[in-house]
């Protein structure tokens, strides 16, 4: 199975900044098949990210996918408060589907 | 819009099988364009993928918990079905049920539960 490795683990930084987060894969990920969730605490995982850089419904233009093969990354242009949470990457391109073990975005 | 909600007992005993329901509303479970998911989350594991079913029953199921896991599917009460059998402490998770499409570039979860925690414990 494919293993996604993200990082940093946590990433500390403060409204405004400039974030990117990287989702690294064992093996290439064909056509591009890896998404992005966000979760805060107590609730389900949100879709972001579909296709590496398709933004899913309702999504803000501040989120960024992008990558291809086995580098991926998300880029969050200017952190809102809202943005503060857990980032999941999932592959897609091989069975099982499999899920990185997220990266913790925290207020600086 | 579609929603999804399980349910089932929080508290499992070691050895004995874990049974969840997903019950589905806002669009029809016999949909050509989706199939159903569980996905679970622990602290020690991160997010695991069980399985999918499709409303005609087909089902995929991860292999590292094929031997335990049986999806089933009811389609007059808009509900999707888990069972896992033999449970351990390792299976303490919350466990998420969830959309994704039928084709492979689709195969992301769009719409997911709330979750439920199941604890497997004496």
């Known amino acids: 199975e494919i293993v996604l490795a993200q990082s940093p683990g946590t990433l500390s930084l403060s409204p405004g900044d400039r974030a990117t987060l990287s989702c690294r894969a064992s093996?290439?990920?064909?056509?591009?098949?890896l998404a992005w969730y966000q979760q805060k605490p107590g609730q389900a995982p949100r879709l972001l990210i579909s296709?590496?850089?398709r933004r899913a419904t309702g999504i803000p233009d501040r989120f960024d996918g992008s990558g291809s093969g086995t580098d991926f990354s998300l880029t969050i242009s200017r952190l809102e408060p809202e943005d503060f949470a857990v980032y999941f990457c999932?592959?897609?391109?091989?069975?099982?589907?499999?899920f990185g073990q997220g990266t913790r975005l925290e207020i600086k | 819009q579609l929603q999804l909600q399980e349910s089932g007992p929080g508290l499992v005993k070691p050895s004995e099988t874990l049974s969840l329901t997903c019950n589905v509303s806002g669009g029809s479970i016999s949909s050509r364009n989706d199939y159903w998911g569980w996905i679970r989350q622990s602290p020690g594991k991160g997010l695991e993928y069980i399985g999918s079913?499709?409303?005609?029953?087909?089902?995929y199921y991860n292999p590292s918990l094929k031997s335990r896991v049986t999806m089933s599917v009811d389609t007059s009460k808009n509900q999707f079905f888990l069972r896992l059998t033999s449970v351990t402490a390792a299976d303490t998770a919350v466990y998420y049920c969830a959309r994704r499409g039928t084709w492979l570039e689709t195969y992301y979860f769009d719409s997911w539960g709330q979750g439920t925690l199941v604890c497997v414990s004496s």
């Open positions: 999932q592959q897609y391109a091989s069975s099982p589907i499999t």
């Open positions: 296709g590496a850089s």
């Open positions: 079913i499709y409303y005609s029953g087909s089902s």
């Open positions: 093996q290439n990920v064909v056509s591009h098949y």
